[in-house]
């Protein structure tokens, strides 16, 4: 019932800040997809709340209940059997400067907040390839950036506020509650409904971006710490052809003091034209290279904001395994590559930082990610993705949340020691399972 008819059919007034508490978010049933397309959505309905006192009402009245960010996940994780909802509007943007802080609303982007605290003098200690996905998303999938010393988006959180399964509101800080924190950080949808992030800044700073072509594999087994520790952040792309990194991106802070890179680096030559990571796509989509400084939002993304980020369709998978590990595992992957390569659109290689989060891939190891971007061709893919995890299985792999994997349920525990600990927060806050969906039930509860 919208408002308006509410008031008539009530012959009440009442103020609308009052209405909202006990008023549902408007309800729409088109059908939905997630933003590559290879996912249409099952729940019938999405709703669409203005205000935190929107959301609560909403939880309230609703049995099964679904966060939706800004769609960029390749799998289930934010479907339901029965209602989405998305806080797309609560868009508010907080600046605590004496705090090196920002509050953000659950509907913000990377790509709405970075321009706004940069103006302000701040940034944040990294992004993810692309500046499109939403804020309390990205940290339910612990989505990563690249470089040795930089933890995951999550790890930049120190405090947020959710709607629980009882319509409560909750504020979760690292602070106060250091022992659950932790745990809640990478929520993975499973907490409840997030209304606002609090975020870590720091003094903005400019970064400088390098290519380098081909990079022979053989460098790896002496100088893979030495490559990915070159810049900030570092990522290498493959084909998995002729053992070699096809590109390396070197993002550099012009605020540290690095040695100046030069035209070859471990065998690579430097590019002399802008590159698309994916050979052959125009690179004007594509932040600026050619180690131009400009602001760290401009530079640490592989993407523009208004620019279709990677492919556009395509399918997404990433394992994480530990770094020390790292050359090993690229050898054992690159085994299949003649299985690989016809299906690729491009392999992206990056490192995260060892973090405390008891439910993000890097949790206490410092990782080396091994992301694949696949041609939208589900049935190969899906036949390949088991020979590859069964390469990797010697590493203790930990696939990404938010991409596609088929490692079961149970091999997911033994990779997760505090697994036990998370599905007692969750109930903690969802007793009645009101959040779960078929992949939480799947890939956290088949035991
Ligand atoms: C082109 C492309 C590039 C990518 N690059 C990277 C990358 O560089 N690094 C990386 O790690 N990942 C990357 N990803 C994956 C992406 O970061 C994750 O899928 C991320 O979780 C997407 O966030 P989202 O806002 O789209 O959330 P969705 O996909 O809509 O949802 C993800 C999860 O967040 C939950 N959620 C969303 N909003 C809320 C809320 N308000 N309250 C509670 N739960 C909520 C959902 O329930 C779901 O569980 C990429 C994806 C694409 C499509």
């Known amino acids: 019932m919208d408002k308006s008819r509410f008031l008539k059919a009530s012959g009440i007034t009442i103020a609308s800040s009052m209405l909202s508490q006990f008023l549902d978010a408007q309800a729409t049933s088109a059908p939905r997809t997630n933003w590559s397309g290879n996912l249409t959505y099952s729940a019938p309905s999405l709703l669409?709340?203005?205000?935190?006192?929107?959301?609560?009402?909403?939880?309230?009245?609703?049995?099964?209940?679904?966060?939706l960010g800004?769609?960029?996940?390749?799998?289930?994780?934010?479907?339901?059997?029965?209602?989405?909802?998305?806080?797309?509007?609560?868009?508010?943007?907080?600046?605590?400067?004496?705090?090196?802080?920002?509050?953000?609303g659950s509907g913000v982007r990377y790509g709405d907040l970075a321009s706004v605290i940069d103006a302000k003098g701040f940034a944040l200690h990294n992004l993810?390839?692309?500046?499109?996905?939403?804020?309390?998303?990205?940290?339910?999938?612990?989505?990563h950036g690249s470089g040795i010393d930089n933890g995951n988006l999550a790890t930049a959180v120190s405090?947020?506020?959710?709607?629980?399964?009882?319509?409560?509101?909750?504020?979760?800080?690292?602070?106060?509650?250091p022992d659950v924190f932790a745990g809640a950080a990478v929520h993975l949808g499973a907490l409840g409904i997030l209304t606002r992030v609090a975020l870590d800044l720091q003094p903005t700073y400019q970064v400088a971006q390098t290519v380098y072509l081909d990079l022979p594999f053989a460098q790896l087994e002496h100088h893979l710490i030495d490559i990915f520790s070159s810049g900030y952040s570092v990522s290498l792309f493959t084909d998995w052809q002729q053992s070699r990194a096809t590109q390396v991106w070197i993002k550099r802070r012009s605020d540290h003091s690095d040695t100046v890179l030069g035209a070859e680096f471990y065998g690579a030559r430097r590019a002399s034209v802008k590159m698309h990571p994916i050979l052959g796509h125009p690179a004007d989509a594509c932040t600026e290279q050619l180690g131009i400084p400009g602001p760290w939002y401009e530079r640490l993304p592989h993407f523009r904001m208004n620019f279709t980020p990677s492919s556009g369709s395509e399918l997404q998978t990433e394992y994480f395994v530990p770094l020390d590990r790292g050359y090993e595992a690229i050898r054992a992957v690159?085994?299949?590559?003649?299985?690989?390569?016809?299906?690729?659109?491009?392999?992206?290689?990056?490192?995260?930082?060892?973090?405390?989060l008891w439910m993000s891939m890097a949790h206490q190891r410092l990782s080396l990610a091994i992301h694949f971007t696949w041609k939208p061709e589900w049935p190969a893919v899906r036949q390949i993705l088991p020979e590859i995890e069964s390469k990797l299985a010697p590493f203790g792999p930990r696939p990404h949340w938010a991409k596609l994997f088929t490692i079961p349920g149970p091999q997911l525990d033994r990779q997760y020691p505090r697994l036990g600990d998370f599905k007692a927060l969750a109930a903690k806050y969802d007793p009645t399972g009101k959040f779960r969906n078929e992949y939480l039930q799947t890939n956290l509860y088949s035991t």
């Open 48 to 67: 669409e709340p203005h205000t935190a006192s929107e959301v609560q009402s909403t939880v309230r009245n609703h049995h099964h209940l679904r966060a």
């Open 70 to 104: 800004s769609r960029h996940s390749f799998n289930g994780i934010a479907d339901s059997i029965d209602n989405q909802i998305a806080p797309a509007a609560l868009k508010s943007i907080d600046i605590d400067s004496s705090g090196r802080s920002v509050m953000v």
């Open 128 to 143: 993810a390839s692309l500046p499109h996905i939403s804020v309390a998303g990205a940290i339910a999938t612990a989505t």
């Open 159 to 177: 405090g947020f506020e959710f709607v629980a399964a009882n319509g409560e509101l909750v504020y979760l800080s690292r602070t106060d509650h």
């Open 334 to 356: 690159e085994t299949l590559r003649e299985r690989i390569t016809p299906l690729l659109f491009v392999t992206e290689l990056r490192t995260i930082a060892a973090d405390d």
